[in-house]
């Protein structure tokens, strides 16, 4: 079998229609982190000071949050996968909509001890007290978040990718309304800088959860879906295979988290400054790895439809032409930060220390988001191709040389918080030439689809 040009053509337009709504749906659900970062730098009396409790809370306990979105989210794609009756698609909804309130729960716990353990990870001291006090609200928003993040993926893997969109973009506007309220003291209320951001994330991820549970309660067809069907045993037997790749990705995201946990906590240990100046280049680099993360979905979707179904050109090429139009965009993407790094590092902040910091590191955050970019769409693809525990251990070993990298840079040679970026650039490059050796071995039997281009 050949590949045609017209069937490449088509295959992109697949993917990329497919991507567009995922991304305005990714933009809501991450653009609350921006806006977030970016109106506590600028509406806080103490910018610079909160951003750096803000990015300590997320580079931390937000990592839990992190970890059990993987588990809600590793079996979604299962009801994208052709073949699939309805009912087996409302069983996948539900099964995620349990993990996600197990997953929520411990997350909510672990978020709860911040005020135990952050004193005990050797954080700059100013940091500490004001972190816990946000870990702690923020928690109080975890189920909701995963219980959303569970009915949004439904929607998108079952075609009803805007409706996501404008919830996601309600959300994102009343977020930017309640951040004003309580950051910088609105309407009579005290100035509550970074604290005041985490009740506003809480309240937005409650309201959106109820919002998409009550739409996906009453779609139209949902008799035929099975959604208000009563649960029986047999569904839960059936949910195996799902509920098996959500742990699978959750043991994977726990190890990997945990390993990047480092991370953050060496750029509190660096002080305030730093931590800040990491949050800040991150924070508004954050556009470009939302994009990416709609694109790695969009691949994960492609490729999953296109195992064993003959009128697709198959997952060896599919995976290959989504990573080479993932990458294409990331470079579009980082145009705007190359040519002028110090305008946008002055859109965040004021502070003169921060804004120079940023701009010399700007160069190192475009090229990890480079390297994320065509990494995160193959990373997809060989999930979707079931090759967890090979991606275990590549992310393992990645995030362990990320590690030692990071000490060395940052402490030894004393590089601070620019050694950081620095090993977070190595370790990207080095897990994106990984994940194209193993998926082009991993996807040797479908050579045959890309034997010839006409």
């Known amino acids: 079998m050949t590949v045609s040009m017209p069937s490449l053509v088509q295959e992109a337009r697949c993917f990329l229609s497919l991507a567009g709504p995922m991304i305005v749906s990714r933009v809501g659900l991450a653009g609350m982190s921006l806006a977030d970062g970016v109106m506590v730098a600028q509406f806080s009396a103490s910018g610079t000071h909160e951003l750096a409790v803000l990015g300590l809370v997320e580079g931390t306990t937000g990592r839990a949050l992190d970890v059990m979105a993987a588990l809600v989210i590793a079996g979604l794609t299962m009801a994208a996968r052709p073949g699939q009756d309805t009912a087996h698609r409302s069983s996948v909804w539900r099964q995620s909509m349990m993990l996600a309130l197990a997953g929520g729960l411990g997350a909510m716990l672990l978020s709860f001890s911040a005020p135990w353990w952050l004193p005990l990870a050797g954080q700059d001291a100013s940091l500490v007290p004001p972190a816990a006090a946000v870990s702690v609200v923020l928690g109080l928003g975890f189920v909701a978040a995963l219980v959303a993040l569970a009915s949004a993926g439904f929607l998108e893997v079952t075609g009803r990718a805007y409706t996501v969109v404008i919830a996601v973009m309600l959300a994102n506007l009343l977020n930017i309304g309640l951040n004003w309220v309580f950051i910088s003291g609105a309407l009579g209320l005290p100035e509550m800088g970074a604290l005041g951001c985490a009740w506003a994330t809480t309240i937005v991820r409650w309201l959106m959860a109820l919002g998409l549970c009550i739409y996906v309660w009453n779609l139209r067809d949902h008799v035929q879906l099975g959604i208000r069907k009563r649960w029986r045993r047999q569904d839960w037997l059936n949910g195996r295979a799902q509920r098996l790749r959500g742990y699978s990705a959750t043991a994977q995201a726990l190890i990997l988290n945990l390993l990047n946990l480092i991370i953050p906590l ?126 275990f251990v590549l992310d393992v070993v990645v995030s362990v040389l990320l590690v030692v990298a990071a000490w060395w840079l940052s402490f030894r040679l004393q590089f601070g918080v620019a050694g950081l970026l620095w090993a977070m650039l190595l370790s990207r490059c080095l897990r994106t030439l990984a994940l194209a050796t193993l998926f082009q071995l991993r996807t040797r039997h479908f050579s045959h689809l890309s034997s010839g281009l006409a």
């Open 266 to 391: 060496m750029a509190g240990s660096l002080g305030g400054s730093a931590m800040a100046a990491l949050k800040a280049v991150l924070l508004l680099l954050t556009p470009c790895s939302i994009v990416i993360w709609g694109l790695s979905d969009a691949s994960a979707v492609r490729v999953a439809v296109s195992q064993g179904n003959p009128a697709t050109n198959g997952p060896r090429v599919t995976g290959w032409l989504t990573t080479a139009l993932s990458a294409g965009l990331g470079l579009m993407m980082v145009l705007p930060f190359l040519l002028a790094p110090v305008a946008i590092s002055t859109w965040l902040s004021s502070d003169p220390i921060l804004v120079s910091t940023v701009s010399s590191l700007m160069l190192i955050g475009v090229a990890i988001v480079l390297c994320d970019a065509p990494g995160f769409a193959m990373s997809a693809a060989l999930r979707s191709l079931g090759q967890l525990k090979a991606l």
